[in-house]
């Protein structure tokens, strides 16, 4: 895929999911926003969630807010490609395009979705608690792991829908799950015991940690889970792409 | 230049592919084979043209699309050398359905491999060449097959392929648009563009192609120039139809029709054909040598018979008729015995499906003494052209001369 064709297409990917609607792209950022909105009413309003330690009223909401948008980030990566092949097949029948490079319109349009709404969060923060300063820059490179994960298991994801569209229903309730286990609308501190080693123990709670830390703290998040992150994607990535390159006949028979 | 080497491709059917993952996780198979292409080499130089003709199911679609590359066959290689883009236009591929028109311009360009600038520099010309008009604003499926063919044979020929590959396409267009096309690849071929053209219209084939292969069962069974290719595809068509089920019923609902077969029945027709005197198909060139055959089997002695054919248009208007008495022969049929008479002729029929009707009678018409008149006994096809080009239904042979005219005539 040549770059391109990965900007027409990341293009489209934004203004065509919504297109005929009069908002348009617009959508692709008020869906995670409402639901940040939601939760922060829920949570910190009805419920009172405090920050232990932190006396905003503002704190949830930039808590929940900065677990929140790179999940949404995350999921709907690995989401939107369990039903890729079979949405590109006419460009797939049409030529040499190589299947590994169809992911990455997913995963450029998801990190553009993500870098929106991250600035409309840093616009609420800068005018509430403040900005995180330096940290900040670490989100670049937390972003980076996290999609190569993402990456990885949305190859994995697309490959296998062909052969089970069952696939789609059980990935969307599992990440239905995951979220959950991830501490995103809640604290670690609040987990039970028995839970606490499930919660920790899961790839995507590693990396909203690192988020937590930069948003919320306004430190530099630990290197090492950034690297435990990244080497899980790439070790994922090359399994999936060790298992295309077996099966990539087959997909396109079965396209 | 295109270098195709033992190519083979063999499809596994599975009930559903789920039947796929089964079989990798239970190491057991749960598919059954179909070979469609078994070790097919052919190489093309730039500026050749290569037709690919068979029956269906021969494999001409899978061996197109693993040459455009979107699937990957078991065995061989594909090479082009020299680099150069493979397009290939086939009906229903590569346009996004729910795009307007220009987008899928854009995208068809890209995928192909064009530059934003090259596909900026030429989108003009491609939504002029397409004719499509204020269409191309529309999504492509409110398009008519034949549009969304113009649009993607547009964005193809523009894309400046290496080697142009056509499945079936043409078939849609109408008579204009195939003329525009015919045209356009005509100067891809001056240019060095190879083009390799799948068609079911053996006219075309020897229109366009230099060279043509035969596929059948997915192995390449003749190879060579376009003429004796498609002879070889005729006779091998026949053969099938022998075969098939379907034309033996309506031969047994002709025979069923007895007003259509009538007479006294001294003598009988029992069987007729219109085939090609070298390959015996019933699909015949125009212009080709062919053979007018009835087999006669006679009850009662017809000393001084007249054996007549008339051949006639799917209208069933007359085209030629005559019989033995006319040409001035002598038949005389004898009690108990069996005749095969022959009538070795030149079609100069246009191209088209025709039926023969036959009689035997005495003296100049069957309207005195009629033993037997089959309407309809057997059909022929004439397609595609040998010698002359021509059009319509005869081919005459008009001489030509050019003088200057003295005097005033206008």
Redesign the interface.
């Known amino acids: 895929m040549?770059p391109?064709?990965l900007v027409?297409?990341t293009r489209?990917d934004l203004t065509d999911r919504f297109s005929g609607s009069a908002l348009g792209g617009l959508w692709a950022f008020i869906q995670p926003l409402v639901m940040v909105f939601i939760f922060t009413v829920i949570f910190s309003q009805i419920m009172s969630a405090r920050i232990p330690g932190s006396g905003s009223p503002f704190a949830y909401g930039m808590y929940l807010m900065s677990g929140m948008l790179p999940w949404v980030a995350f999921s709907n990566t690995c989401l939107r490609c369990s039903n890729l092949f079979s949405e590109r097949k006419?460009?797939?029948?049409?030529?040499?395009?190589a299947l590994a490079s169809l992911p990455l319109v997913v995963v450029a349009s998801e990190c553009f979705t993500f870098f929106v709404t991250t600035t409309i969060m840093l616009v609420i923060m800068a005018s509430t608690d403040g900005l995180p300063g330096w940290p900040l820059v670490a989100v670049i490179p937390v972003l980076i792991a996290q999609q190569i994960l993402a990456y990885g298991l949305g190859l994995l994801l697309a490959t296998?829908t062909?052969?089970?569209?069952d696939l789609r229903e059980i990935a969307s309730i599992f990440f239905q799950l995951l979220f959950w286990f991830t501490p995103i609308v809640y604290f670690t501190s609040v987990v039970p015991a028995a839970v606490q080693p499930l919660v920790m123990a899961n790839p995507a709670s590693i990396f909203v940690e690192s988020y937590h830390a930069i948003y919320v703290t306004h430190t530099w998040p630990d290197l090492m889970p950034v690297l435990i992150t990244a080497g899980l994607g790439v070790a994922v990535t090359a399994f999936a792409l060790w298992v295309l390159r077996r099966l990539?006949?087959?997909v396109?028979?079965?396209l | 230049m295109i270098s195709v080497q033992g190519i083979s491709k063999r499809?596994?059917l599975y009930r559903s592919?789920?039947d796929?993952?089964k079989e990798i996780l239970l190491r057991r198979p749960f598919h059954t084979d179909f070979q469609a292409l078994d070790d097919v080499s052919f190489e093309l130089s730039p500026g050749q043209s290569l037709g690919v003709i068979g029956p269906n199911g021969a494999g001409k679609s899978t061996l197109l699309?693993i040459l455009?590359?979107?699937?990957?066959p078991?065995r061989g290689t594909v090479r082009a050398t020299g680099g150069g883009?493979?397009?290939?236009l086939s009906i229903g591929?590569?346009?996004?359905?729910n795009e307007s028109g220009l987008?899928n311009i854009?995208?068809?360009g890209?995928?192909?491999?064009m530059?934003?600038a090259e596909i900026a520099a030429k989108r003009q010309a491609i939504i002029d060449f397409t004719e499509l008009g204020d269409f191309i604003h529309e999504p492509v499926r409110s398009y008519s097959s034949g549009m969304a063919l113009r649009l993607g044979f547009a964005v193809a020929i523009h894309a400046d392929p290496a080697c142009f590959i056509i499945d079936e396409a043409m078939a849609v267009g109408d008579a204009h648009f195939q003329q525009k096309c015919l045209h356009r690849i005509r100067a891809f071929r001056a240019n060095g563009g190879s083009l390799i053209l799948v068609s079911h219209d053996l006219n075309s084939i020897k229109l366009l192609t230099d060279r043509a292969l035969m596929l059948h069962r997915g192995k390449v069974v003749e190879q060579g120039d376009p003429e004796t290719v498609t002879a070889a595809y005729n006779l091998l068509i026949a053969r099938l139809a022998e075969g098939d089920p379907r034309i033996q019923l309506e031969q047994r609902e002709v025979q069923r029709h007895r007003s259509k077969s009538y007479g006294d029945f001294a003598a009988r027709i029992t069987r007729a054909a219109v085939v090609d005197a070298q390959t015996g198909a019933s699909v015949i060139s125009a212009g080709s040598q062919a053979r007018i055959d009835l087999d006669v089997a006679v009850d009662r002695a017809i000393p001084g018979a007249t054996i007549g054919i008339l051949i006639r248009d799917r209208f069933g208007q007359d085209i030629f008729g005559t019989n033995t008495h006319h040409l001035g022969r002598q038949v005389d049929l004898e009690a108990g015995k069996s005749y095969r008479a022959s009538f070795p002729v030149r079609l100069d029929l246009g191209v088209g499906m025709y039926t023969l009707t036959v009689a035997i009678h005495t003296a100049d018409t069957h309207l005195t003494d009629c033993h037997h008149w089959f309407d309809n006994i057997a059909g022929f096809e004439i397609a595609g052209t040998t010698g002359t080009y021509f059009i319509g239904l005869v081919r005459l042979a008009p001489d030509f001369t050019l003088t200057e005219s003295t005097g005033s005539t206008a």
Not at chain 1, 162 to 165: D, G
Not at chain 2, 68 to 72: E, K, R, T, V, Y
Not at chain 2, 93 to 97: L, N, Q, R, S, W
Request: net charge positive; glycine share 8%; proline share 5%.
């Open positions: 040549t391109a064709l027409h297409l489209r006419a460009m797939i029948q049409q030529g040499r395009i296998f062909v052969f089970l569209a990539e006949r087959d396109r028979d079965f | 499809f596994r592919p789920a796929r993952l699309r455009a590359g979107a699937l990957l078991d883009r493979i397009c290939l591929i590569g346009m996004d359905p987008r854009d995208l068809s890209l995928v192909l491999g530059t934003p």
